[in-house]
């Protein structure tokens, strides 16, 4: 009996489904999960807790994504505005998008998802290798720093915002 109610509160996987703390355990449990992956191909985790206790209205977003595309060791990354910090869960108004990049012939291509924003709130910005994404609207606040694989050409910089997702075409 004392077994099952340990256990009430872990999914199938044996992950808590309660508590900030489990959350990042069960973020590193699938990632350790994730690493151990033999096909090409990726998985991606998200969810959203509520903090209008703290804050009315305010979300907690948080996910990560895993790709083994390419081979080798699978890439994480992780998105959403819960960060980890050295006193414990710490929860922004901004959120980090999840992103992509492709490395095409002869440009990278760069995939942002950003719900609930226009396009006029996006600005886009390359230093050097470094491309920054930002978006403010009304609801949200988005922001993300890119270190870019090439050297691109910034005055040749072209994108599109449909439905939430942002695509950057840069020219290596």
Known sequence: MEKDKKNENKDEAGFELFGLGGLFKGIEKLVDLAGKLEEK????????????????GMKGVYGFTVNT??????KVETFGNI???PEGPK?????EPITDIFNEK???VVIAEMPGIEQDDIKIDIKEDILEISAVSKS????????????????KM???????????????
């Not at 595309?69 to 699978?74: E, L, Q, T, V």
């Open 41 to 56: 191909g990726g998985i991606s985790k998200e969810g959203e807790i509520n903090f209008d206790h703290i804050k009315k």
């Open 69 to 74: 595309a390419g081979g080798g060791r699978p």
């Open 83 to 85: 960060k980890k910090t």
């Open 91 to 95: 929860v922004d108004e901004e959120r």
């Open 106 to 108: 002869i440009e990278l």
């Open 140 to 155: 949200r606040k988005y922001h993300k720093e890119l270190l870019l694989p090439v050297k691109v050409e910034k005055e």
């Open 158 to 172: 072209r994108f599109k915002f449909t439905n939430g997702i942002l695509e950057i075409r840069l020219k290596k």
